[in-house]
């Protein structure tokens, strides 16, 4: 499975961003999938996850503000992020769900940086 990430940029707070995963290897649609974050010097941390049958999660961090979906004819998966603030700066990566941590190859993620 490779997974590639785009779409990041720089916005300013309160501003939004649609970031996109394209995947390969995989039907979108036959697994669940998940988008994750990480500030430099810290853990990744889990931000969405979309299963196969189209329901959806999000941390309460970004609840109300951030929304997973996916495309199954384009197989790729995008987080639509509203009302961005400076705490949602990181890298976002994709990836599968996972609550052993065992994940495939990680693709090199995108940048969102939220300043004014």
């Known amino acids: 499975v490779q997974l590639v990430e785009s779409g990041g940029g720089l916005v300013q707070p309160g501003g939004s961003l649609r970031v996109s995963c394209e995947v390969s290897?995989?039907?979108?649609?036959?697994?669940?999938m998940g988008w994750y974050r990480q500030v430099a010097g810290k853990q990744r941390e889990w931000v969405a996850t979309?299963?196969?049958?189209?329901?959806?999660n999000v941390a309460d961090s970004v609840a109300g503000r951030f929304t997973i979906s996916r495309d199954n004819a384009k197989n790729t998966v995008y987080l639509q992020m509203n009302s961005l603030n400076a705490e949602d700066t990181a890298v976002y990566y994709c990836?599968?769900?996972?609550?052993?941590?065992?994940?495939?190859?990680w693709g090199q993620g995108t940048q969102v940086t939220v300043s004014s």
């Open positions: 990836n599968r769900p996972s609550a052993v941590g065992v994940f495939w190859s």
């Open positions: 979309i299963t196969s049958f189209g329901g959806t």
């Open positions: 290897g995989i039907m979108v649609n036959l697994v669940s």
